[in-house]
């Protein structure tokens, strides 16, 4: 079933269970949408994940410090949608706002996006900026 999808199966990555990006490698598949340059994956222990307790997991740009972008994981290593420069993550927090618990139906209706990538995590910067323009008419 498409809605049992995990997130990177409907981004075409090539990433299972068995083929996991470990702490401190870089996943050929995320590219930093700043400078172009691989993700890897690290961990923190500012903020910790509310369920287990253990270090939040993310991708940073291994260009860092020079690039400071990032994206969220999952525990497992799974990334939490798909790479967009910071600004555009801010937009994407007030699309999830201003759309309210509906937004998923307005993704698919709207943007003519498939119900298995309609999250506001798997949006692309040129759909944020269409997403932006429909809600100003």
């Known amino acids: 079933m498409v809605k049992n999808l995990q997130m990177s199966q409907v981004l075409g990555l090539a ?3 068995t083929q996991q990006t470990k702490l401190g490698q870089a996943d050929s598949t995320l590219i930093c949408p700043s400078c172009h340059s691989p993700m890897i994956l690290r961990q923190t222990t500012r903020i910790r994940y509310p369920k287990s307790d253990k270090p939040r997991l993310f991708y940073g740009c291994s260009a860092w410090p020079k690039c400071t972008e990032a994206i969220g994981a999952h525990p497992d290593g799974q990334p939490l949608g798909i790479p967009v420069r910071k600004a555009y993550r801010t937009l994407r927090h007030t699309l999830h706002v201003k759309l309210g618990e509906n ?9 003519e996006i498939p119900k298995a990538r309609a999250h506001i995590g798997m949006l692309t910067e040129a759909e944020i900026d269409k997403a932006i323009v429909l809600l100003k008419e």
């Open 103 to 111: 937004y998923k139906q307005w993704l698919v209706d709207n943007l």
């Open 15 to 17: 990433f299972t269970k």
